[in-house]
């Protein structure tokens, strides 16, 4: 069986797409909504494609000959108690509409970097910003610090893995550390709070508008 739900979705801040960290933070929150208590476990989120449509996200449990009929703009894989899960999110004919502040510089003023070590630490947690979006612009910052890369690209996020979510809200002291560049456009960063791993963050180097 497949489940079906059209994401709420917005622009923020002056992006003109849909922020990866939103993508994953709405197919979440319609898993849960629909997983009578269950826990996400093993969260693999992978975001192939920038957009500003609207999306619907799709689930089935795995091994099911079941799968969206359009190119996914972002694919995952994730437990509910111990039930493998696999999702893709497609686009609507429609653009989002809605657009709501965001300033990243309520996140990265609270930071300590160091591009020497490729860390980047969280001093104290600000207010109304989710964790994933907090751990996203922690990421950016780091890596404008650390690599160059052509003016046409940018830094983008392009996947998340963790053994659980959602991600704790208490976020003070947690770091990020660069651990492998993947080629010349692709990165790896543990995440880690306490020296407990909380997951793995990717980003890729895309061409503007891509």
């Not at 899960?85 to 930071?111: A, H, Q, W």
Request: charged residues 20%; hydrophobic residues 40%; aromatic residues 8%.
């Amino acid at each position: 069986m497949i489940t079906s739900k059209e994401l709420s979705l917005c622009l923020k801040g002056s992006r003109e797409y849909i922020q990866g960290a939103n993508m994953l933070i709405a197919s979440m929150e319609a898993v849960a909504q629909r997983a009578q208590g269950k826990s996400i476990q093993n969260l693999n989120f992978s975001i192939n494609k920038m957009t500003a449509k609207n999306l619907v996200f799709s689930w089935w449990e795995k091994g099911q000959p079941l799968a969206v009929h359009r190119e996914p703009i972002a694919t995952c894989f994730f437990d509910l108690e111990g039930v493998p899960y696999e999702g893709g999110l497609v686009e609507n004919k429609d653009s989002v509409k809605m657009r709501v502040p965001f300033d990243e510089s309520l996140i990265t003023s609270r930071c300590e970097i160091s591009p020497i070590e490729k860390v980047i630490r969280l001093i104290d947690t600000p207010s109304g910003i989710s964790p994933i979006e907090i751990l996203v612009s922690m990421n950016k910052a780091l890596h404008y610090q650390v690599y160059t890369i052509p003016g046409d690209s940018q830094w983008v996020f392009c996947r998340w893995e963790s053994a659980a979510w959602p991600i704790n809200d208490e976020m003070a002291g947690i770091t990020i550390t660069l651990e492998q560049s993947l080629g010349t456009r692709l990165t790896r960063a543990r995440v880690e709070l306490k020296k407990e791993l909380i997951g793995r963050i990717y980003f890729s180097a895309r061409n503007s508008g891509t």
